[in-house]
C-alpha cells in the first residue's frame, strides 16, 4: 500500500520548501556583495528602495541587522535647540544615500550622475551579468581610440565609454567568510547582490512554488487513488 510512501512525501515537503537553491539566489555570494556595495559603490551609488531590516533576506540576524543600522547617524526631526536633530539609524531607515540630491551627484561625478542601484540589475541591459562584465571590463583603449577626459574606456558599455571610473581594485575589501576579494569575485559578488535587491521577493516565491507543486502532486495522487477504490467493484462486477 502506498500509505507508507505517502506520508514520505508529506514529512519530506515542508524541509524540501525550505531548501532553497532551487533557481534561488546565493546567499553567500550576495552577502559578499552587500559588503563590496557598502564599502565601494555605496560612495558614488544610492539604494534607496532597501532598508536595513531587509537585509534579513540575505540571512542576517536580527542583531547584525540592528548593529549595521546603528553604526550610522540619521537625521531626523529637529532637536530643543532647534537644529536638526539626529540619532542612530534604525533597522527600518533606508539605506543612506552618498549626496543630497542628484544636482550634488551629478556636480561630484564630472556631469555624470550614478543612478539609484536599487533596481539596476532590472535596468541595465544584460541585467546581473551584465553588470559584472562591466566591472571587469575596463582595459586600455585600443589605439586610435579617442578617450576624452572624465571617461573612460569600457568595451561592456554602450558606445565603449563610461563616466564611472574603474570602482574595484583587488583586496579593496575585506570578506568576513575569508573569500579573497580579488576583482572578478567583487564584480560577481556584487552582481549577486543587486540581482537579489531587484528581485526582493523571488527567495519566497520559489519556496511557495515548490510548496504548492509538492501539494498539487499529492492532491492528484490522492484523486487518482480515490477514483482507483471507487471503481474497483464496476470493474470486479463486469
Ligand atoms: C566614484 C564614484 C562611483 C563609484 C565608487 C561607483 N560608481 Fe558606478 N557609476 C558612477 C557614475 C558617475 C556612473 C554613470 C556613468 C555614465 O553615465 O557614464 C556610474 C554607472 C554605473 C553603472 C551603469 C549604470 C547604467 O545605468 O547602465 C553600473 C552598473 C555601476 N555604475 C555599477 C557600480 C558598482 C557595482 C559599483 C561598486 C563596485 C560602482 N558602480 C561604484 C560612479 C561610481
Known amino acids: 500500500m502506498p500509505a507508507r510512501w505517502l506520508a514520505a512525501i508529506i514529512l519530506a515537503a515542508p524541509s524540501i520548501a525550505h531548501a532553497g537553491p532551487l533557481g534561488g539566489p546565493d546567499l553567500a555570494s550576495a552577502q559578499r556583495g552587500y559588503a563590496v556595495y557598502a564599502q565601494v559603490c555605496s560612495a558614488c551609488h544610492s539604494m534607496r528602495q532597501l532598508t536595513y531590516a531587509d537585509l534579513?533576506?540575505?540571512g542576517l540576524n536580527h542583531a547584525q541587522i540592528r548593529a549595521l543600522a546603528a553604526a550610522r547617524k540619521v537625521t531626523d526631526g529637529v532637536g530643543a535647540d532647534g537644529r536638526p536633530a539626529r540619532r542612530p539609524g534604525r533597522p527600518d531607515d533606508h539605506l543612506p544615500a552618498p549626496f543630497a540630491s542628484p544636482q550634488a551627484a551629478t556636480l561630484a561625478n564630472n556631469g555624470a550622475l550614478p543612478p539609484d542601484m536599487s533596481r539596476l540589475a532590472l535596468t541595465r541591459p544584460g541585467g546581473a551579468p551584465g553588470i559584472a562584465a562591466l566591472l571587469?571590463?575596463?582595459r586600455p583603449a585600443p589605439p586610435g581610440f579617442s578617450v576624452p577626459p572624465g571617461s573612460y574606456y569600457n568595451p561592456a558599455e554602450p558606445g565603449g565609454l563610461i563616466a564611472m571610473p574603474p570602482p574595484l581594485v583587488d583586496d579593496a575589501v575585506e570578506f568576513a567568510d575569508h573569500t579573497r576579494a580579488t576583482v572578478p569575485r567583487m564584480a560577481a559578488d556584487v552582481a549577486a547582490f543587486?540581482?537579489?535587491?531587484?528581485?526582493?521577493?523571488r527567495a519566497a516565491r520559489t519556496r511557495i512554488g515548490v510548496g504548492v507543486v509538492l501539494y498539487l502532486s499529492l492532491l492528484a495522487m490522492l484523486a487518482f487513488l480515490l477514483k482507483r477504490r471507487i471503481w474497483s467493484n464496476v470493474h470486479r462486477n463486469h
Do not use: F, K, N, R
Open 56 to 58: 534579513g533576506g540575505l
Open 136 to 138: 571587469t571590463g575596463y
Open 194 to 201: 543587486l540581482d537579489w535587491a531587484a528581485h526582493p521577493h
